[in-house]
């Protein structure tokens, strides 16, 4: 068995390797180039994270014939529609709870370990930017799921998209979305970043002369890159205190990897898993009950103090019942609503809790017409779908 922390040395590896026969460049990005530019240990952490032009990912994945591994991007999954590639270790079990929840997209069959890739893309086009909003919005309609009955129109549209895509050929359609968002954003090697005033990184913009520079830095006795002007970079995505960010620990990292053959064939060890699987689908719904145990107690506790509030506000309005009369005979508005206003506030608080309450007959109807009056009809109508004497 490998630890989690060996995998992730041994995809940086593979990236180096892969990265020289392509003749292409990339830098550590987030948590690992700090840990590099500091000179500390990546221990156990989630996932390694590089920055490279899409070009030049796209060159190293088509130069991948290792069965050990794999790449995941845009091109053979369009559903996979972020600005970024996955490259990971084929074939592996995290041994780890997390990993092991029914509830996840990630169950014992998936891969687990992997290097997110950022793209560094250039500024949208000037006049572009709302175009392609609209063409993404369109392709991500089109992979949505809509259960809901009131989404009838998206599902139109969503059916409406089918067809055509049905007509003009899938594969057809995913190429010119492809070949229409590379055009738009991307850059196809480390070289060509300086075309470009300004570039963008996990949407954050930069100056693109802060790409100019690599530098060579060891991460666990690793061979790696960082960006020389690594400070102002660091800082536009962490602020000041970058060196003393604090990354969440997570026990659950703390796993070991084993290959799929090995999982396949030894049963001993596949009954072990599975039991483990088990106890972890029953401790989901434990804290999925817990979750909703603390919730009705929340509401509960809501509903305590606005009774309380109830009260109180009842008895003001019923002791400056004749004023508020008085008030409203001679239609002094300004007054009027300085008295009605914290009746007002707390049938709001009652409505978010699902009632409105009942003061008195006369200054209900006072209230009632002084919001048709002031145009608040929803508001009166709520109050009175929702009303309850007491």
């Not at 559903?79 to 509830?103: E, T």
């Not at 996990?202 to 061979?223: M, T, Y």
Request: a positive charge.
């Amino acid at each position: 068995m490998q630890t989690r922390k060996d995998i992730q040395l041994d995809l940086l590896r593979k990236l180096n390797e892969l990265s020289e026969e392509a003749n292409v460049s990339y830098a550590l990005h987030k948590q690992a180039a700090i840990l590099a530019y500091k000179n500390e240990s990546i221990n156990e952490m989630e996932s390694l994270d590089v920055i490279m032009c899409q070009g030049d990912a796209e060159k190293i994945a088509d130069i991948l014939n290792d069965d050990a591994y794999y790449f995941e991007d845009f091109r053979s999954n369009p559903k996979f529609d972020k600005n970024m590639m996955m490259f990971g270790f084929k074939n592996s079990l995290d041994f780890k709870l997390i990993d092991m929840n029914f509830q996840t997209d990630r169950h014992i069959d998936n891969h687990c370990i992997r290097i997110n890739i950022h793209f560094i893309n250039h500024q949208i086009p000037k006049g572009q930017g709302k175009k392609l909003k609209s063409q993404q919005r369109l392709w991500n309609l089109r992979y949505l799921k809509l259960i809901n009955n009131k989404f009838w129109k998206c599902k139109l549209h969503q059916k409406i998209l089918n067809i055509i895509c049905f007509f003009i050929g899938n594969e057809r359609a995913n190429r010119i979305r492809y070949e229409n968002k590379k055009r738009n954003y991307a850059i196809d090697t480390w070289t060509n970043i300086k075309k470009y005033p300004f570039v963008r990184v996990s949407g954050r913009k930069f100056n693109s002369d802060i790409f100019e520079k690599l530098i060579s830095k060891e991460l666990d006795g690793v061979p790696t890159f960082i960006l020389e002007d690594f400070e102002p970079f660091i800082f536009n995505f962490y602020g000041k205190n970058w060196k003393e960010k604090e990354w969440k620990l997570n026990n659950g990292y703390k796993s070991s990897i084993i290959s799929w053959e090995e999982f396949s064939n030894d049963f001993k060890l596949r009954e072990s898993l599975e039991i483990i699987q088990r106890c972890d689908e029953l401790n989901y719904i434990k804290r999925m009950e817990m979750e909703e145990y603390k919730k009705t107690s929340t509401n509960l506790k809501r509903q305590i103090i606005q009774s309380e509030n109830v009260v109180k506000i009842r008895k003001d309005m019923l002791n400056k019942k004749e004023k508020i009369i008085d008030l409203y005979k001679i239609e002094d508005e300004r007054n009027l609503k300085i008295e009605l206003d914290p009746l007002i506030k707390s049938l709001k608080k009652s409505m978010e809790l699902g009632y409105t309450y009942s003061v008195d007959e006369d200054i209900d109807n006072i209230l009632y017409d002084y919001l048709g009056k002031n145009q608040e009809i929803e508001l009166l109508n709520n109050i009175k779908k929702l009303k309850i004497e007491i």
